[in-house]
């Protein structure tokens, strides 16, 4: 690839279980010899290589001019098979959230599910089928079929039955070990009536006739939502084996006394570089910064005394293996992780009684920041306004003043981050200014 403002920029790229796809020279680059700071990126739900280059170019761009210009810093980004609905795709721009501060109003209330704006035409059956093809290589018959039955909405209990068997086969790795972040699972033993019905409540407000005579319509609409759902806890589940065992082993072999490794990911790419952590050894692990920008994925993961029933999250035993700053953004105008996220996640029972809010049990990172780890509280700031982020510790930067463009229905501000102000965040992060 080419340099972006003149500092080096490799792409390396997984398949769905890890396996590296090319690392663009990276392991083999003279150039890696002179780099002292490795900043590694990885992009969230994605539609396109080519969408998640343009996100690459566009962060690392605005980071590269607030760079010391005495550090010798190189890029990396991360491909992976991440996919999502066309329905979800995030305009280029859109209006101010009415939440948000920028907007002159104060931060919306925890678990209100922000105002979205109106959703354009439905996408097809056999639209979707083709979106998420690519993510689910050998089960294309699978969503073809059930793309069919989407689009013909058959007033047939039977065929509401095949809809459901079809969907649930494709979550490859139901692991239910992963107490914190799996609610979503729950949909595998639920009846399809159950699914279907609890799951019509999270669709677009103008699919189908569900309030006409067709009780059927209805549950057409919850279809369409449990293959999302579970489409998108697939694609959340993958984020942690690509992290694990591809770009975790990768950070582990460019390790060298002398090089610095800043992991940050956007909304599942959050979970990808977070599960990184667990190939690397405490002693030997070059990451010196993890940011995690409005991450899609449970904000109990690195409690060592999360509400859960296994009494941690994943990666509570690896927060060792980050000598700096761990950091993350959160904003309520971020629909997808503050309101679609733990809705995605009702039909799971609660493990603990004291945590009494399925909202924040099923919560997200993205949304209100690490949580049960004595998290220090800050606002995103402008650029070039120091932060003194702590190392070791845990910091939660609420962005709402900048992360407040109502995108798209389904996730609302939550692709709104290519801001100078994010940039200087990872920079900061980083500690590279």
């Known amino acids: 690839m080419q340099p972006i403002a003149g500092r080096p920029f490799w792409v390396v790229d997984f398949d769905q279980d890890g396996r590296p796809l090319g690392d663009d020279g990276l392991a083999q680059s003279p150039q890696r010899g002179q780099v002292r700071d490795l900043v590694v990126l990885c992009h969230g739900w994605n539609n396109s290589r080519e969408g998640a280059l343009g996100l690459y170019a566009d962060l690392f761009g605005r980071m590269a001019p607030l760079i010391a210009p005495d550090r010798s810093v190189g890029f990396v980004g991360v491909l992976w098979p991440s996919l999502l ?38 996408a097809s059956g056999a639209a979707i089928a083709e979106a998420l093809a ?12 059930i793309g069919a039955l989407l689009d013909r909405a058959p007033e047939d209990g039977a065929e509401l039955r095949r809809c459901h068997d079809l969907v649930v086969s494709l979550v490859a790795r139901p692991d239910a070990g992963k107490d914190e972040d799996t609610g979503e699972l729950a949909l595998l033993d639920a009846t399809p009536r159950e699914a279907f019905e609890t799951m019509a409540g999270l669709a677009r407000p103008d699919v189908g006739d569900a309030q006409g005579t067709n009780p059927f319509a209805g549950l057409w609409r919850g279809a369409k939502e449990v293959l999302r759902t579970l489409s998108y806890y697939e694609m959340k589940d993958r984020a942690g084996v690509v992290g694990a065992s591809g770009l975790g082993p990768l950070v582990a072999g460019l390790a060298r006394p002398d090089l ?21 050894e405490p002693a030997t692990s070059p990451v010196a910064s993890l940011t995690l920008v409005q991450g899609a994925f449970s904000h109990f993961a ?31 105008n971020d629909r997808a992780v503050g309101w679609w996220y733990p809705n995605a996640s009702v039909l799971a029972r609660q493990d603990n009684q004291a945590s009494t809010s399925a909202l924040y049990r099923w919560g997200a990172v993205g949304h209100d920041g690490y949580q049960q780890v004595a998290a220090a509280e800050t606002r995103v700031v402008p650029t070039r306004t120091p ?47």
Do not use: K
């Open 85 to 122: 609905l066309p329905d979800d795709v995030p305009a280029a721009t859109g209006p101010v959230m009415a939440g948000s501060a920028g907007a002159g109003g104060g931060a919306q209330a925890s678990g209100a599910a922000p105002t979205p704006v109106p959703p354009g035409p439905a």
């Open 134 to 145: 690519p993510a689910f290589p050998g089960r294309e018959d699978t969503l073809a079929e």
């Open 260 to 280: 610095r490794v800043h992991l940050a990911g956007h909304s599942f790419g959050a979970r990808l570089v977070s599960f990184a952590l667990t190939a690397l």
């Open 302 to 332: 690195f409690s060592a005394t999360a509400p859960v029933a296994a009494g941690a999250g994943r990666l509570a035993g690896h927060v060792d293996r980050v000598h700096g700053p761990l950091v993350s953004t959160h904003t309520p």
């Open 387 to 433: 932060y003194g982020f702590p190392a070791g510790r845990f910091t939660n930067v609420e962005v709402s003043d900048v992360v407040r463009h109502d995108l798209s229905w389904f996730s609302g501000a939550h692709s709104d981050i290519r801001h100078d102000e994010i940039a200087w965040l990872l920079v900061s992060a980083a500690g590279l200014a």
